[in-house]
Structures are given as C-alpha cells and as structure tokens.
C-alpha cells in the first residue's frame, strides 16, 4: 500500500489557497467531489479547534484564509513593520511589504502536506487515516514546534480516497531577535544538516529535503506501528507540487490515457472483426453457389419426378384400358356359358366381382410400387453423404418427395376406385352376367377355368410388360 505525503506551496495558479481545504465554495458542480458526503469533512484550525460543516453560518466560524490571516497578523507583524523601516531608511521603500503580501508570497506562505494510505483502488480505513495523522501532528510538534507551525487541516471524506490536508508555517529568529517566516533558517535552528555539507546549498542540496525524508520515516514508522505494509521507496510526480487543478488536470491525462489505449484496442478488436467478416462473406458467397447448384439440381428432379408422374398416370389410364378390354372379353366369354341358370347367375356375379377387384386391386399394387420406389429411391440419393446440399435444402427436397408420393398413391386410388366403380354399377353388371350366361356353355368349369387361365396369362404377360417399363425407368433416373 502506498502512504503519501507530498509538500508544495504553489503551483500554476499561485500559491495554494485553503478555500479548497475547508470547502468555502459551491462544490456542487465540481466533478471528483460528492456533494453528499461534504458534510462527513472535519477541519481542524489552531484557533477554533474541531469544527465541521454544521459549525458554517455561526458568527463565530472563521474560514481557513481568515484563521491563516490572522496566525500571520499575530505572529509576524513585528517583523513586517521592523523590516519595511529598515527598507524605508535604506531609501527602498518600493520594498515595503503588508502581511498579507507575506502570507501570499510563495517563500513565505504556508506549506501545504497531503496524507494519504492508499489509492482509489484500495485504501486504509478512515479510522487508520485519522490515527495514524494523529500520532504524528503530535510527533511533529514535540520534534519540530519550536519552528515549523500546524495551523490548519481538514480530513476530506467527499472524494474517491480519504485524504488529510494540513498546512504549516516555517519561522526562525533573525538577527534582530524578531520571528520571522524563513524556511532554511528555521530548519537550521533545528539541527538540520545539508544532505552534502561539503557542497552550496541549492535546489537538491538544502535542509528541506532532509526535513521531508525525516517526516516521511517517521509517518512510514507510525504506519507500520498501526500494522500497515507501506512502500517504502517515495512516489514522486504522483501529485505534482499539490496543486488541486494540477491534480485533478493530471489524473484527467491518466484517464484518457487509459482511455485511449481501450479506443486502440477495441479498434484493434474491430479490425480484426471485419477481417473476419470479410473472410465469412467470401465462405458465404462461395455456399451461396453451391446451394444455387443444389437448388438447380433439386428443380431438375422435381421436373423429371412431375414427367414420371404424368408417364405413371398415362400407364394408369393404360392399365385401365386394359382391364376394359378384358372386361368386354369376360363378357363374350360368359355370353357363351347358357347351361344351369342359377349357377350361372352366383357363378358369373362372383367371378366378374372377383376379376375386377383382383384386375384393380393388382394394377394399384404395381404401378403404385414402381412409383413409390421411384421416389424412395430419389430420396435415398438426396440423403446420402455424397450430397453437398444444406440440411435445410435437404429437408426441402425430402418433403418435396413425401407430397410427391402422397399425390401418386391418391391418384392410384382414385383411378382404381372409379374404375372399379364404373365396373360394379349395378346396370353395367347385370347386363356383363346376362352376357356371360348366354355365352357360357355346357362345360362350364372347363370354359371357365380355360378362361382364368387365359387371364392369368395375360396377367402375368401384363406384369412383365410393367416391371421391364419400370427398370427402364429406373435406368433413366
């Protein structure tokens, strides 16, 4: 964990003002500080002692400016009025200065430290912070109260870290016995050393920065007292010189640094998404050819699948023709059977019912399984690996098939239901058995078994015939 304690008394703007310490200005509009948490701040002055924002509005509030001013006033007006006689009498009147010229002079104002256990990210608690401060502003001033002054500080909680703010004055007594606001001097009177005695003393050579590293040991060792694992090599440039505006100005730099680099990653990201999509669409393009091929190819099936549906309904009308032709057949033979009128009355109805149940019932079977095997055959082909077809194309060209095989085996159906329909009215029937009676002979089981015979040739010659156009077919596809 890092324990800050950073020094400075002036930065861009002048020297540092304690209106920020003591929050006497409308905060709400400042971005790093919470308004809601302004009134948990407690400020510390060595005139009023503790005080927090309930005490604001009373008469007897004074803000930090005042209490510094008036410290000033009372501590080092002898001086002020002393030297502007002696720079009256060395005829420099030019030289004369108030006390308020004093208090705002960078070499002579207040030094301003802040305390700090952490970062945003992690810090020690509030209740740490305070202690530990504690401990050492009494430290401090057993040490260094002889010269160097806390007068003001205020624990700020309305920011992202708890923080302290303190401000002290350094003073010697110069050689005409009067109090006078001298940093080196007062160190001197101290018993600080130069870090190189053996050098002039100058911006890295002089007792204040001897006075920093002893203050910073000790707010190290009362860190550690309290159980706290500080860094122990100083962090400079952290907070350059405590210039509030600096600060937050510096902390904006590191945020849009961060910033920037997330922006050049995610333009990185970004570059590489269309990369990637540059490299899918030229995948996609090249599928989209290849469903277009599948898709060519599909069409061209389905065409080829209507052509043999129309050729199997042309064979159906063929096979219905055919049992017709038998039909009128029957019907001569069994004008020729004339001999036993009852026998041949059942003989002749159950023998026509017969013959065109079992005709019909037999050219469904064919012409419907050459079809059916046809399109299951076609299905097969689309389902097998070989295929470069999209699943959903695939899908498609299967149920495509499936209504296919509906429609044939409806429309086999239907012709054999109307064929077989046309054929059983009762009219067309009657007058079929009057016939086969007239026709049949005295030897009637040997007219009609010559006649089974006969159509069970015919039969078994028709089914050749189918099943030879029906391998042909297949030879096509």
Not at 194 to 215: G, H, I, Q, Y
Not at 436 to 457: C, D, G, H
């Amino acid at each position: 964990m890092k324990g800050t304690r950073h020094n400075g008394r002036s930065g861009k703007d002048g020297v540092y003002n304690p209106l920020h310490n003591d929050r006497r200005f409308d905060p709400e509009h400042s971005e790093h500080i919470d308004n809601e948490r302004v009134r948990q701040n407690i400020y510390w002055d060595c005139y009023q002692g503790y005080t927090t924002m309930a005490d604001r509005g009373k008469e007897d509030n004074f803000s930090f400016n005042q209490i510094e001013m008036a410290y000033y006033v009372d501590h080092y007006s002898d001086y002020v009025i002393n030297q502007n006689k002696r720079h009256e009498k060395a005829r420099h009147p030019d030289r004369c200065k108030g006390v308020e010229d004093v208090l705002k002079n960078k070499k002579t104002c207040p030094e301003e430290s802040i305390y700090q256990l952490g970062t945003i990210d992690e810090h020690a608690s509030v209740e740490t912070l305070v202690l530990v401060f504690d401990e050492f502003k009494k430290e401090f001033d057993e040490r260094f109260g002889s010269n160097v002054h806390i007068i003001d500080w205020s624990l700020h909680m309305d920011e992202a870290t708890p923080h302290i703010h303190e401000r002290h004055v350094f003073d010697a007594t110069n050689r005409y016995g009067e109090i006078e606001p001298k940093q080196e001097a007062a160190l001197e009177e101290l018993g600080f050393e130069l870090p190189n005695p053996e050098k002039k003393r100058s911006k890295t050579n002089n007792r204040k920065v001897v006075f920093d590293s002893a203050c910073r040991t000790m707010f190290l060792d009362i860190c550690k007292r309290h159980g706290l694992e500080i860094d122990e090599e100083p962090s400079y440039g952290g907070r350059q010189y405590l210039e509030k505006q600096d600060y937050i100005r510096m902390k904006q730099k590191e945020e849009i640094a961060v910033q920037q680099e997330m922006l050049n990653q995610q333009r990185d990201k970004v570059n590489a998404n269309h990369l990637e999509l540059a490299r899918q669409s030229k995948h996609v393009r090249a599928n989209e050819k290849v469903i277009q091929s599948q898709k060519e190819k599909i069409e061209q099936q389905e065409k080829e699948f209507k052509e043999n549906f129309i050729s199997n309904s042309d064979r159906i009308l063929s096979q219905g023709e055919l049992i017709e032709e038998q039909r009128e057949e029957l019907k001569q033979l069994t004008l020729r059977i004339e001999d036993v009128e009852t026998l041949l009355d059942e003989v002749s109805s159950e023998a026509y019912d017969k013959a065109v149940d079992k005709v019909a019932e037999e050219t469904m079977r064919a012409t419907r399984k050459d079809d059916i095997r046809l399109a299951e055959d076609s299905k097969r082909w689309i389902q097998s690996p070989e295929r470069k077809a999209s699943r959903k194309e695939k899908e498609y060209a299967i149920n495509r098939l499936d209504g296919l095989i509906k429609k044939i085996e409806y429309a086999m159906e239907k012709a054999v239901v109307r064929v077989v329909r046309q054929l059983k009215q009762p009219e067309k029937k009657k007058a079929v058995v009057e016939e086969i009676k007239k026709e049949v002979k005295p030897s009637i089981r040997e007219k009609l078994a010559l006649n089974v015979a006969k159509i069970q040739r015919e039969e078994a010659e028709r089914k050749q015939l189918n099943k030879g156009r029906s391998h042909s077919s297949d030879l096509e596809l």
